[in-house]
């Protein structure tokens, strides 16, 4: 099952896209897809009215895609967790997750046009798998028991300015959260479809060119272990997303590659979790 909202910004109808093809209005059902519908079961509630053919059908034509899951309380982030990106920007393969926070208010839609932040020199692309938290985790025994609050999955770019990020702080937040440097979606990819979140496939083009083409397989720390991990130092709640990390192919460890500019086009999918494109314009 794919959950999606879809129209204008702040104005999204949640829906969901059926096994049929077919998009279905959940507005009968739901305010929005958030926290609290995640909390209060609202996937069960969708898969039974679904199932009882109750939901009207929404015709998603020329409706602009928004982020699936709306207000994250926060997005959780870990940096180098495929050992090819380690080795590509000449950092150590970490012993334990690197963490870092990404200002949830950089989440747009998967199409939404992404912005170069004014001074910018080095705005780079990341395809990342992205984990959706379904209900409230703290203290988790085992990577096993982290498998049970996961809504499911989607696709992040985790875009970052490198010279904000490495140059101008210790921290890597002032690279991270400038605004919309996180397009997210299309889908929320219940969990049940994606039964090894440790096999998927994950790509990326900048100006139709091949830039990363990598495989979750080669995460250092995987989708559960990050999950309980995290559980041990923050209360993981409902709607949170955590950014997995990104393979190799980002302009920061391809030497004479290019960073971004305002007319650039960039391209990633991930597989069974769907496409994004955004343009980038000038702040």
Wanted: proline share 8%.
């Amino acid at each position: 099952m794919k959950l999606l909202r879809l129209g204008a910004p702040g104005h999204e109808r949640p829906s969901v896209l059926a096994d049929d093809g077919r998009t279905y209005d959940l507005t009968g059902l739901t305010d929005d897809i958030d926290g609290a519908f995640l909390a209060a079961g609202g996937i069960d509630r969708v898969r039974t009215a679904l199932r009882a053919g109750t939901l009207p059908v929404l015709d998603p034509t020329g409706l602009r895609i928004g982020a699936p899951v709306a207000r994250p309380g926060k997005v959780v982030c870990i940096g180098l967790n495929y050992r090819d990106h380690a080795e590509e920007t000449g950092a150590p393969v970490p012993e334990r997750p690197v963490v870092f926070m990404k200002d949830p208010g950089t989440v747009v839609g998967p199409h939404d046009t992404v912005l170069v932040p004014r001074g910018s020199e080095k705005t780079d692309w990341e395809v990342e798998l992205a984990v959706v938290i379904g209900r409230r985790a703290r203290y988790l025994e085992s990577p096993a028991d982290a498998v049970g609050v996961i809504a499911g999955f989607a696709i992040s770019n985790d875009v970052s300015e490198r010279a904000f990020q490495l140059e101008l702080s210790p921290q890597w937040d002032l690279g991270k959260s400038c605004e919309t440097f996180n397009p997210f979606g299309p889908w929320l990819v219940t969990a049940d479809e994606v039964p090894d979140p440790q096999a998927l496939g994950m790509r990326l083009s900048v100006n139709g060119v091949p830039r990363q083409n990598g495989t979750t397989k080669n995460m250092v720390f995987s989708v559960a272990y990050l999950v309980q991990y995290l559980s041990r130092f923050m209360v993981l709640e409902p709607g949170d997303v955590i950014n997995t990390g990104t393979p190799a192919g980002v302009a920061l460890g391809l030497p004479d590659t290019p960073y971004l500019r305002a007319g650039d086009t960039v391209e990633l999918e991930i597989d069974g979790l769907g496409s994004q494109r955004q343009t980038f314009e000038d702040a």
